[in-house]
Every structure is written in C-alpha cells, then in structure tokens.
C-alpha cells in the first residue's frame, strides 16, 4: 500500500494529495492546489522524494501551488498534464477571471495519454482521459490500492460543473459511467473537493448519474 497525506489548500478548499512509496520514499503530488512550500514541508518531514506532479485538470485552483512547489524541490520534478489542458495551464488556469495571479510555473513535461502507466516506486498508476469538466481532465487508479484520483469529475453525490470554458455535460457523464461506475464498488473515490466516497455510493446515490 502506499501512503496518502490529504491537504486542503487554496481560496477554494482544494484537496492536494502528497503520496508515496514508504518502501523507496518517491513521492507525488497529485494536484498541488496552492502554497506549494507547504507541501515540500510535508514530503521533507517524512524523508519523501517529490519527483512528479500528476495534475488532474488545469484550473487555477488545482495548480495554483506548482511553481512554488517546483522551486523548494532540490530537483525539478517531472509535471505530468494531458495536452487538451495544455491552453488552460498557459493561462493560469483562468485565476485572472477570479481577481489572482499564480506564481510562475516550469511547463509540464510529460503529456498524459489515456491508458499510460505511471509508476511511483513500486506502485503503478493507470491514467484515464476523463473529458467532461475541462477537455483534458485525467484521472488517476491504482488497482492494487482499490483507490482513484478522481479531480473534479465526480464528487460525493455530486459532479464537476461544465458551466467553464470546455466544459461538457453529455462528455462528464459519459466518463462517469464508462471510467468510474465501471470499477469495483469498493473502490475509494478521492476528489478534488470535499470528503472520499466510494464507486458503491455514487452509483447508488448520486442525483446526477443514476443507473
């Protein structure tokens, strides 16, 4: 198993998850929200090597923190973006429409493609292209954990908002059922926003995408 530390960061309670492989201490960031430095503290603390930033989608606020983070690593990390976010990333993720300005960034450098395998020390991490919130939003699903990185493509009886530029409602849902529903119900949903819920709670519960 490997290990999560779940932060809540930024203007608008962002979920930042540091993971690791506590058997060769490479660490992740899923997500870095905002106040990067932080999130550098918390891999240190912990004797953790932060070598990728997998980013879900490009929203301001799930990347707001990349460049400080980037900037107290004493190696810059790979930074993994699928290219149809890439417009988004450019332009901060949209935080001019919302009054912010994030620090400068390095670019991504790996571009995710659905089905890719990223690995993380021992553990592997399927990548899933899951368009619907922005186009190029990516999931991320350890198998073997039972867990998934889920962004803002579903929430705890709830989903992302299509109502921002390149979002797609017809799109979200189609992901939905075809990435999420299709998993284990046991599977642990982890968001961008709010409290873990499971592939089970939300197939039975979630207004938005009965079955």
């Known amino acids: 198993m490997f290990e999560i530390v779940h932060l809540i960061l930024g203007p608008v309670a962002t979920n930042s998850y540091l993971i690791a492989d506590p058997d ?3 660490a992740a960031v899923i997500d ?13 603390q912990r004797n953790w090597r932060i070598g990728q930033i997998w980013i879900t989608h490009a929203h301001f606020d799930h ?12 190696a810059e990390p790979v930074i993994a973006l699928h290219p149809d976010d ?3 990333w450019d332009t901060q993720g949209g935080a001019a429409h919302f009054g912010l300005s994030l620090p400068a960034a390095p670019n991504p450098t790996l571009n ?12 592997v991490f399927k990548v899933l ?12 699903y350890c198998a073997d954990a039972g867990v998934f990185f889920c962004g803002d493509l579903i929430f705890r009886n ?13 799109s979200l849902v189609t992901s939905i059922r075809s990435h999420v529903f299709s998993l284990p119900e046991e599977t642990r949903l982890l ?14 519960g979630n207004p938005f995408v009965l079955t």
Request: aromatic residues 4%.
């Open 86 to 88: 890439r417009l988004l």
């Open 191 to 204: 968001s961008g926003h709010g409290p873990e819920t499971t592939v089970r709670q939300e197939k039975r």
């Open 129 to 140: 292209h899951t368009p619907g919130h922005t186009p190029g939003h990516c999931i991320y």
């Open 32 to 44: 870095p929200a905002w106040d990067g430095q932080l999130i550098a503290a918390e891999a240190k």
């Open 112 to 123: 995710l493609v659905h089905g890719m395998v990223l690995h993380l020390g021992r553990k």
């Open 24 to 26: 060769t201490c490479e």
């Open 158 to 170: 709830s989903i992302g908002r299509t109502d921002l530029p390149g979002g797609d409602w017809e």
């Open 63 to 74: 990347i707001g923190g990349s460049g400080d983070l980037v900037r107290s690593l004493p």
